[in-house]
């Protein structure tokens, strides 16, 4: 018989209510199962011993038998060191502990063999080696000894109420004791033998006790695949289900207004990235299943366009469409770009933004009802409760993270079935990561810029070099360009921020005085139609230098505008960077950046400076930032998915990844309820991991 894994881990041997607390409060290892899932974060050859005249003055962790002649306590600054003279049949060398000490004297006997493991200092004359892993040398040799020293995760209580790593091997040995390392399989017999993965197992005791650095290496690869694989299955299972579950309105044919469009008003050549998703995007319109999303396209690529021509589908198959965009200034500008065309289509379009007068808001509304409105364009407005469609066919949701995935269900209700929902993202995302989270939505890139674009120079200068940059502004803007200058402005320190802003804005109109030069300031604080009017005068080239915050950021398209130039740079994350960026090099004249900062930079702040002069393309920008800021902040919270993974790297374990989606894809297509006895294995893991309860009760 197998033990439980459910059991509390206060019922292990050698862990006792205390320690269980502990563990429970510091690492959130409730069961046992949990023990065996703490992996861990690196190892080390514990094959050598080190005699104490052989240690070097860089030595990384080593491990040296000896023992304490005695103990000495020395004041310090704040509090005192506890200090234990270690000696060997080669010398002597201190043990140090600056937490901890009563523990210590309690529990470490005075002239007794021990191993002390750990990182060694030279301080003078003297090596020492602080808060050392030490075990009395007769257990040593009894425990259950490998080559390779499993380090696992840990946190300071955790080590100063004894629970050193050594106590966690100890715990994990006696778990291995009492299961008899019986764990049950959980992959099937098919992708263990198609993937030569070894068995759960095997990788369990080898992940913890590892025999050499080949048996390591299988299990890691094998846990990995496994934890991946399971969210993958249940991705592509939300979306399976999603397909099977949510009817949508199929949009049939392709008509009058697309048609028309397409021969007689379409401004460019479509590029094939944009040919390609719209094709995706018709397919989907055109099956019975709701439409469910996602265009990543880097700043730039004409999403717009692809927007613009789905919406002519739902029209042509007799339905409304609304866009919602995250500010004002875009929708306006999403409305005038779409307007144009609409009214040579003799298309009804209206916008709607928190501004939108009363009067004119209650015409909306009626129109929307009657169904006389064919477009609504607007900010979040549009997910007021008044806000009501005859018949929305398809809802666009641009820039998508400014919005929440509640808010995209939102849209859903507006009507009886959901409306085919694309969102559109300039945030790029990298693909594993999207792969990972956004795996219920489907993805298509527009991974192509229109021809003729000149890519951006970018440069980093000091605020010592104004001077310079001013100069160079000044000789753009006798070529006829325009500039964007931007602040940063940061919840927490709006106040200075503002200051800064207005300083600047000061400092810039002396030197660029009207009335050669006309200056526009567009921040959060004005009006709404202030700022449409600065942002109009921009537009239209009256004015010459757009001042701004980064409500500017999303968007906003001015192709003449060829200068853009960032202040205290350093305080910007590098997916706002290249987005701020994306508004110049829209045009065809040669664009620049211009990244501004002071002297002293964190080293954050370098990488990012870097990547921004380094690279224009907006993955590998995703990628850095993803490496500098890890999963978490790029996402958000509520996506904490990826964040929980326990063994297996978003970053560093795509391969894996790109395996595990595609197996669990396969497994999937040929077995879609997973009921055949030889997936019955992932049935049961699955629903072991607890994701069952919302989403199987679909099935059946
Ligand atoms: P984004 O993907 O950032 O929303 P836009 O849709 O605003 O990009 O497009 C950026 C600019 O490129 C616009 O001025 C648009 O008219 C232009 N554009 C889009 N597609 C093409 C194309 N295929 N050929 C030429 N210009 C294009
Ligand atoms: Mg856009």
């Known amino acids: 018989m197998s033990v439980n894994l459910q059991t509390p881990i206060d019922y292990l041997k050698g862990v006792g209510p205390n320690r269980a607390d502990l563990l429970r409060k510091e690492l959130g290892i409730h069961t046992y199962q949990d023990l065996i899932n703490l992996f861990p974060n690196r190892y080390i050859d514990r094959t050598q011993y080190y005699k104490i005249n052989q240690l070097q003055r860089h030595n990384a962790d080593v491990q040296v038998i000896g023992k304490i002649t005695s103990f000495k306590e020395v004041a310090q600054k704040r509090g005192k060191r506890l200090v234990a003279t270690f000696q060997d049949d080669t010398g002597t060398m201190e043990l140090v502990w600056f937490r901890g000490q009563k523990w210590i004297r309690e529990n470490l006997k005075l002239n007794k063999f021990y191993v002390a493991f750990g990182k060694t200092n030279w301080f003078s004359g003297k090596f020492n080696m602080p808060h050392p892993d030490l075990e009395p040398l007769e257990d040593h040799k009894k425990n259950l000894r490998t080559g390779m020293q499993p380090i696992y995760p840990s946190t300071e209580k955790l080590s100063n109420k004894g629970i050193n790593n050594r106590v966690v091997c100890k715990i994990m040995q006696q778990l291995f004791l009492e299961s008899k390392g019986r764990f049950t399989e959980t992959l099937s017999e098919n992708l263990l033998e198609e993937l030569k993965l070894i068995s759960k197992k095997e990788a369990l005791l080898n992940v913890h006790f590892p025999k050499n650095q080949e048996l390591l290496s299988k299990a890691q690869y094998r846990l990995k695949f496994e934890e991946l694989f399971y969210i993958q299955l249940q991705l592509i299972l939300k979306n399976l ?11 049939e044919k392709v008509d009058h207004y697309f048609n028309t469009f397409f021969k007689d ?9 944009q040919k390609r998703v719209l094709k995706e995007i018709r397919h989907d319109l055109g099956s019975n299943a709701q439409m469910n999303r996602l265009l990543q396209g880097d700043v730039g690529s004409g999403k717009t366009i692809v927007a613009l021509m789905s919406i002519l589908i739902a029209l042509d198959n007799g339905f409304q469409a609304c866009l919602m965009a995250p500010t004002e200034i875009l929708s306006v500008q ?5 307007s144009d065309m609409c009214k040579k289509l003799n298309i009804s379009i209206k916008t709607l933004t928190g501004s939108t007068k009363t009067l004119e808001r209650k015409k909306i509304h009626e129109s929307l009802e009657n169904g006389d409105l064919q477009i609504l364009i607007g900010t979040h407005a549009l997910l007021e409760d008044k806000v009501k469609f005859k018949n929305l066919g398809l809802a666009i949701i641009d820039e998508q ?20 929902i694309l969102v559109m993202t300039a945030t790029p ?6 792969m990972s989270v956004y795996g219920d939505l489907d993805i298509s890139v527009i991974d192509e810029l229109p021809p003729g674009r000149k890519s951006i120079k970018t440069v980093h200068r000091y605020d010592k070099n104004r001077l310079n940059v001013f100069k160079f502004i000044r000789d753009e803007i006798s070529k006829g360009r325009q500039i964007y200058i931007v602040y940063p402005l940061i919840q927490e320190s709006e106040k200075m921020d503002y200051k800064d802003l207005m300083d600047g804005y000061e400092s810039i109109s002396r030197d660029f005085p009207m009335p050669n030069f006309q200056i526009s300031i567009v921040h959060g604080k004005m009006k709404p139609a202030d700022k449409d009017y600065e942002m109009q005068r921009f537009i239209k080239g009256e004015t010459q230098i757009m001042v701004a915050t980064t409500v500017i950021e999303v968007g906003v398209n ?65 990628e850095a930032d993803l490496r500098l800021r890890g ?6 919270t509520q996506q904490s998915g990826v964040l929980n993974l326990k063994i297996a790297d978003i970053i560093k374990d795509n391969d894996i990844l790109q395996n595990a989606r595609y197996y669990a894809k396969q497994v999937l297509q040929q077995d879609p309820s997973l009921g055949k006895p030889e997936n019955a294995v992932f049935l049961n893991t699955y629903r072991q991991l607890g994701k069952y309860k919302n989403i199987w009760n679909y099935i059946s």
């Open 334 to 338: 999403h409305y005038n770009g779409l």
């Open 265 to 273: 008003h379409l401004p460019f050549q479509l590029t094939d990235a």
């Open 429 to 434: 995302i990298p693909r594993t990561l999207a």
């Open 558 to 622: 001015v192709p003449n505008a060829s200068v853009m130039i960032i202040e205290s740079a350093e305080r910007f994350g590098l997916s706002q960077l290249h987005q701020l960026r994306g508004r110049v090099g829209r045009g065809a004249e040669q664009s620049y950046c211009i990244l501004m900062t002071g002297h002293k930079l964190s080293n954050d702040s370098k990488t990012r400076l870097e990547t921004m002069v380094r690279t224009n393309d907006g993955f590998e920008i995703a």
């Open 631 to 636: 999963p978490g902040d790029i996402m958000g």
């Open 241 to 251: 289900i999603h397909k099977s579950k949510i009817k949508g309105y199929p949009f």
């Open 401 to 420: 993270h400014r919005f929440g995935v509640a808010q995209r269900s939102k849209l859903w209700r507006k009507n009886e079935s959901p409306p085919h």
